[in-house]
């Protein structure tokens, strides 16, 4: 069976790309904006636009393994969107100054009819941070397609002090454990 990633996204395709395995991208055409605005609870938010994307592709390719997945910030219940723009950005990161958050990241993995869910949750604590220190930051990442405002893998790393994961892949967008592990449920062997 061929493995299709449901994701434009760089940084899974970096992640899936470490685990050795051939894959093709597509792109899912998923409206995220419906959901958002049909769906208030982060996680169910997160798990269904996992599934939407991963189903868009599964159904013209029902014998390929397809990964769809979407991750989220939310901070005291409130979802933060991708920033999009400096102003915004700066904006989240101010809001997560000396706060903890998390990172909910679900993933959908289809072959044939077999479906299977995952969902990490891993808890960020940011250290309090200046303005200047703020968009310093922004300036030097400019992570405004990241959810949160932040690279962690990048310079972004340096603005927190505690983290608590199981698996800190799913920070960078796919809990590659969860999926690997998954992958070989579904059949895959590797490394090869």
């Known amino acids: 069976m061929n493995l299709i990633l449901a994701s434009t996204s760089f940084y899974r395709q970096s992640l899936l790309k470490r685990l050795g395995l051939p894959f093709e991208v597509m792109s899912p055409g998923v409206d995220e904006s419906q ?11 997160a798990v269904s636009l996992a599934q939407a994307k991963a189903h868009s ?5 029902p014998d390929q393994l397809v990964i ?3 991750q989220l910030a ?26 903890t958050h998390q990172l909910l990241t679900a993933v959908c993995l289809i072959h044939q009819e077999t479906e299977r869910l995952l969902l990490d949750r891993t ?3 940011m250290r309090p ?7 310093a930051y922004v300036d ?9 405002g932040y690279q962690f893998e990048n310079h972004g790393v340096s603005l927190f002090e505690d983290v608590r994961s199981t698996d800190t892949t799913a920070i960078e967008g796919l809990p590659l454990l969860l999926v ?8 895959l062997q590797f490394p090869q």
């Open 35 to 45: 959901y958002k605005q049909s769906i208030s609870e982060p996680q169910e938010l």
């Open 57 to 61: 592709i599964a159904k013209d390719h």
């Open 68 to 70: 769809g997945a979407d």
């Open 74 to 99: 939310v901070i005291n219940g409130e979802i933060l969107d991708k920033p999009g723009s400096r102003e915004k950005n700066i904006e989240q990161l101010t809001k997560l100054s000396g706060q």
């Open 123 to 125: 808890f960020l604590r």
């Open 129 to 135: 941070l200046t303005s200047a220190e703020i968009e």
């Open 140 to 148: 030097l990442d400019e992570p405004f397609d990241c959810a949160g």
């Open 180 to 187: 690997a592990k998954t992958l070989r449920e579904f059949g």
